[in-house]
């Protein structure tokens, strides 16, 4: 199993401001690219899908791959309070079969 | 309507005692999957399977077992537990396995082994 690496945190940024999260990966096979969020105490949702090299913009949140650096990353835009939470980004490896989490990244938003 | 719901919640028990945890989703998935999150939130697949059959096993010692009856159905069964065992245990399901299959998790079962 490759590595996905994230820089645990926490990220604090005030409320309105772009929070940057960053992911770096070692399987140069992989081809898909997660970020999920986890609330304390809950299950992980996934919030954004990447498969280009590029960004790719949903609502407030844009990720963001360059799959020649292996580094993923994930804006979220305005952040509010409610985005506080731990993101994890994963890599679809293992031809398609295994998705591998990082360490996940501590997003605070201060009101 | 939960999508993929496990049971219990919470699991405490005593070093050495066996005990399962079960999994089912009504998504008509045909992938399952048990994950592992230890206290410091790090997330590892332990088992994978696509209708029925076992397609992932992650170096997991033997006292982990899963069973899938059917495609709906995954369940863990751990013996022997060891206080290392103590993790949140995430159950999980997709449509397929691949490349852009959204994983649809449980809530979780909070395993405290004393």
């Known amino acids: 199993q490759k590595e996905v690496e994230q820089n645990s945190g926490p990220l604090s940024v005030p409320e309105g401001a772009i929070a940057s999260l960053n992911c770096t990966y070692s399987d140069r096979g992989s081809q898909s690219f997660f970020w999920y969020r986890q609330y304390s105490g809950k299950s992980p949702e996934l919030i954004m899908s990447?498969?280009?090299?590029g960004d790719k913009e949903d609502g407030r949140f844009t990720a963001q791959l360059n799959k020649a650096s292996q580094y993923v990353s994930l804006l979220i835009r305005d952040s509010q309070p409610s985005d506080s939470a731990t993101y994890l980004c994963a890599s679809l490896q293992g031809d398609g079969n295994k998705l591998v989490f990082g360490a996940g990244t501590i997003l605070r938003v201060k009101s | 309507d939960t999508a993929v719901s496990q049971t219990p919640k919470y699991l405490v028990t005593q070093m050495g005692n066996d005990k399962s945890i079960k999994c089912e989703q009504n998504l008509g998935h045909d992938t399952m999957y048990w994950y592992k999150q230890d206290s410091k939130k790090f997330l590892k697949i332990m088992f994978s399977y696509n209708n029925k059959e076992l397609i992932i096993n992650e170096t997991v010692p033997n006292r982990f077992s899963p069973k899938s009856p059917d495609k709906a159905h995954l369940n863990l069964h751990i013996n022997s537990l060891e206080l290392g065992d103590s993790a949140v245990y995430f159950c999980?399901?997709?449509?397929?396995?691949?490349?852009?299959?959204?994983?649809?998790f449980g809530s979780g079962t909070q395993l405290s082994v004393l």
């Open positions: 999980a399901s997709s449509l397929r396995q691949g490349i852009n299959e959204k994983l649809f």
């Open positions: 990447i498969y280009s090299n």
